[in-house]
């Protein structure tokens, strides 16, 4: 019933606030059609003020139901069971977010229609949780959701006092309340509002600077999901308002920077692992925002010390006595001070290299020594230790370092030539043999990913090492999927990524490769298209695609050569899964595909013979004539219920509509389904005009929700900061 009528009111409040940007209303029945347009009629009309003041009353009723119903968003991470316990939340409720997103659309237009209300209601109601006459944990939540869910719909003179009066009572009801659960409820409230409000904490210091702190004592708290919030606000925080940590404010006598670093180890000294890392992610914003080099490393040195000395302890005990890597302990501490690595060096980017510099060597040290450690229990217990608890914490660290690297070679930001001289020859040298030489269980998908990132960004600088990429990595992955479509799934999906950015960047270095490389990389392509899973099938035919068009613009006697040898195999294997039902989700490539193969033909971009001269009894014969041939034969023998009649029309079509893809798409689709093979649900054949309108509708909702102030959360709102 709530959400029929919540559905109702934002018909109602959406359609009043409509009505405040035009004039006037023409007609009395204006008051029953909730916003419809003015049908022009002249005569007696209502204008829209007098619409709202008639409303005004039942609006204000409205405001208290939205508030005591308000739904829980989607950043709070400390909630209710069942049992009436405070608990952290580990899995997002979708109904729960929905119905958020739906009455905080209602909310932010009742502030729009009459914010003054709203903000006596707001601050009525967190009196009486300050007085103690309506305190309950559920009713605190609710009026914070409520409060954090209307941020920029108020005038920023207005937000700036009534939050001025918010934040200083939740922060009063925090010294006040006594106990853990309630402190760790007021505590998630307190960091919800706040981080809703960035433009107001941009525009006050001091109050930016009394948050932050009161952030870094919750991450004392005993209550885990308390401490887990904080780290996330302050992350949220950090990016909307890092430049002002960095700059020197009136009175201080240092950046507010300088003093969080300084303090680090003991504002993160109650903090678990994976807290501590989205700490340092926050303090990397805030370094981000220096623009002075020689300021920004000596930042950066100070927030990775507490690290760099368990790391330089650990790594001269391992050099001197390699088996303490067999420590569970000390393997999870050397992987948690990566993954610290990993977390700020993707918030600070390309300045994060001088720290990449420190632990390089020694990182790439450690992969070895953790590689032959495994091996050596491969050898010892067979493929199953893999699974053990030690094993798997050598293979994090191995994970995390790739990830570093992956991590910041994404944020070099034009540091190509650095990267291929100094970072790239020794990481080949201690991944590439390693991976080749495991046995399939211990290979690790981020080694294929952080090369094809490699590959992406360094481009033609990595063309002489593509050979020796193809031997280790490329040919060993395939052979330990080719067995079936589904085992491996983040090595299946890696290998083709990475030989899409090979056809991408580095096409020069296929021509290259051995003849029997070349013709399984040709084979992987064709396997990869045939995958029912799209993530992996798409991007087969996205790399098919990418190597027909880099062949036609090469050499004549290079394209002869390939297209004689494996046009037809690809032509006929893209024929087998255009007409089976299992890929019809990649029914728009396929046609992409198809066209374009049939386009070279018909335009005689082709001009080496398809076919076999010596074997053919037509002396007229060409390569259309010929490929038209061999479509209709491969489509009589595929379905036996068309005439040849039928398979003639539809091939013919195929030739006429090879450069009009819209034209050669709807004939491809009207055969399929003529066929009767892809009978019942053929949703997946209107796929692309689905996804299209899908964004389209988006792209609509979101031009429309930039208009309305407050619409768009501050977290989805582009950074100006």
Avoid at 313 to 330: K, M, P, T
Avoid at 495 to 504: D, E, G, P, S
Wanted: net charge negative.
């Amino acid at each position: 019933m709530f959400k029929v009528c919540l559905e109702y009111w934002n018909v109602l409040v959406r359609g009043l606030y409509e009505d405040g940007r035009n004039s006037s209303f023409n007609t009395p029945s204006a008051l029953l059609n909730l916003g419809s347009a003015n049908n022009g009629s002249g005569g007696n009309g209502l204008s829209a003020d007098l619409r709202r003041q008639m409303y005004s009353t039942t609006l204000t009723g409205v405001r208290y139901v939205m508030i005591s119903r308000m739904a829980r968003p989607e950043e709070v991470l400390v909630v209710e069971n069942d049992e009436g316990e405070i608990v952290r939340e580990f899995i997002k409720e979708t109904d729960t977010i929905t119905l958020y997103k739906a009455q905080r659309e209602c909310l932010i237009y009742l502030t729009h229609l009459d914010p003054k209300d709203m903000e006596e209601i707001m601050i009525e109601k967190l009196g009486r949780q300050m007085d103690g006459s309506e305190w309950s944990w559920s009713n605190l939540n609710k009026l914070c959701w409520a409060i954090g869910s209307i941020s920029g719909s108020m005038s920023e003179d207005q937000e700036r006092k009534v939050l001025v009066l918010i934040i200083k009572d939740l922060l009063s009801l925090c010294e006040l309340k006594r106990g853990k659960d309630n402190k760790a409820v007021v505590a998630s409230n307190i960091m919800y509002v706040v981080g809703q409000y960035p433009r107001f904490l941009k525009a006050h210091w001091k109050f930016l600077k009394t948050v932050a702190n009161k952030l870094f004592e919750f991450m004392h708290e005993l209550h885990e999901g308390v401490r887990d919030m904080a780290c996330d606000t302050f992350v949220t925080i950090a990016q909307k308002c890092r430049r002002h940590f960095i700059a020197q404010q009136p009175g201080e006598p240092c950046p507010f920077v300088e003093e969080i670093i300084a303090t680090a180890p003991s504002i993160t000294s109650d903090l678990e692992p994976q807290q501590v890392n989205r700490f340092c992610e926050a303090v990397g914003y805030l370094i981000s925002a220096q623009l002075n080099t020689q300021a920004q490393t000596q930042l950066i040195e100070g927030l990775m010390r507490p690290s760099n000395d368990v790391w330089d302890r650990l790594v001269q005990q391992a050099s001197g006595n390699i088996n303490i890597l067999e420590d569970l302990n000390i393997v999870k501490q050397l992987g948690n001070v990566l993954r610290t690595n990993v977390s700020a060096c993707g918030a600070v980017g390309k300045g994060f290299i001088s720290q990449i510099g420190r632990i390089y060597i020694d990182m790439l040290g450690l992969y070895r020594a953790v590689s032959e450690i495994i091996s050596s229990c491969v050898a010892r217990d067979g493929e199953s230790v893999t699974r053990h608890a030690n094993v798997r914490a050598m293979r994090s660290i191995k994970k995390e370092a790739l990830r570093l690297v992956d991590t910041y070679v994404k944020h070099c930001d034009g540091e190509i030539a650095a990267i291929n001289e100094n970072m790239v020859p020794p990481l080949l040298e201690a991944v590439l043999a390693d991976y080749a030489q495991n046995v399939p269980p211990a290979r690790d998908a981020e080694v294929l990913k952080t090369v094809a990132t490699i590959t992406n960004v360094l481009g033609g600088l990595m063309t002489d090492k593509i050979p020796i990429i193809f031997e280790s990595l490329f040919e060993s992955t395939m052979n330990m999927i080719k067995q079936d479509f589904t085992e491996y799934p983040e090595h299946r999906l890696a290998v083709y990524h990475l030989l899409r950015t090979i056809n991408q960047k580095c096409f020069n270095a296929t021509l290259n490769l051995p003849p029997t490389q070349f013709q399984f990389m040709v084979m992987s392509i064709m396997w990869g298209f045939k995958h029912t899973l799209r993530d992996v099938a798409d991007l087969g035919l996205t790399i098919a695609l990418d190597m027909i068009n880099n062949f036609n613009i090469s050499d004549r006697a290079i394209s002869d050569a390939f297209f004689q040898t494996y046009f037809v195999d690809l032509l006929n294997e893209i024929i087998v899964v255009l007409t089976d039902n299992d890929h019809k989700s990649s029914f728009r490539l396929q046609c992409m595909v198809l066209a374009r193969m049939i386009h070279l033909v018909e335009s005689n971009q082709i001009t080496a013979p398809l076919f076999d001269a010596s074997l053919s009894d037509n002396t007229n014969m060409n390569n259309s004539l010929f490929i038209r041939r061999s479509l209709a034969n491969l489509l009589t023998s595929a379905f036996a219920n068309l005439s040849q009649r039928q398979i003639e029309v539809f091939v013919e079509g195929l030739f006429n509509f090879n450069d009009d893809f819209e034209k050669f798409r709807n004939h491809v689709r009207d055969f399929l389904i003529q066929t009767k093979e892809f009978a019942g649900d053929n949703a997946d054949l209107y796929l692309e005009e689905t996804e299209n309108e899908i964004q389209k509708t988006k792209l609509k909702e979101k031009e429309l929700a930039m208009q309305i102030p407050g619409m768009v959360k501050p977290s989805d709102m582009e950074e100006d900061d």
